[in-house]
């Protein structure tokens, strides 16, 4: 088979792939923020990459958790966090509202 027809071929496939009407609909569930210091700040940065669901799934966690867990999102996952300012507001955001009270 020459390339021209796998071309072809592959281009047929994904525009009727894309045309079928497979009858699926994905549910959408909203993860509610509670809102609070920084709650804006912490959606603006971390909603570009992952749902909120994400964060709420840890669970309630220490104030050193989630700030080795922002340190892990940048390093790691390149996050749009840039400044210790905004380190230390998502850090306290999180920690304020889904921290279990403890520092450590």
């Not at 496939?13 to 045309?19: A, D, N, P, Y």
């Not at 993860?31 to 669901?53: A, D, E, R, V």
């Amino acid at each position: 088979m020459t390339s021209l027809k796998k071309i072809l071929l592959t281009i047929l496939f994904l525009t009727v792939s894309l045309l079928a009407d497979t009858g699926i609909t994905m549910p959408y569930v909203d993860f509610p923020m509670k809102p609070g210091k920084g709650m804006y700040s912490t959606k603006g940065k971390c909603n570009m990459c992952h749902s909120f669901g994400y964060i709420i799934n840890q669970g309630k966690q220490s104030k050193k958790f989630w700030h080795d867990k922002v340190i892990k999102m940048i390093t790691v996952f390149k996050a749009p966090i840039k400044t210790q300012k905004d380190i230390d507001d998502v850090t306290n955001y999180l920690f304020e509202n889904y921290g279990n009270g403890e520092l450590e």
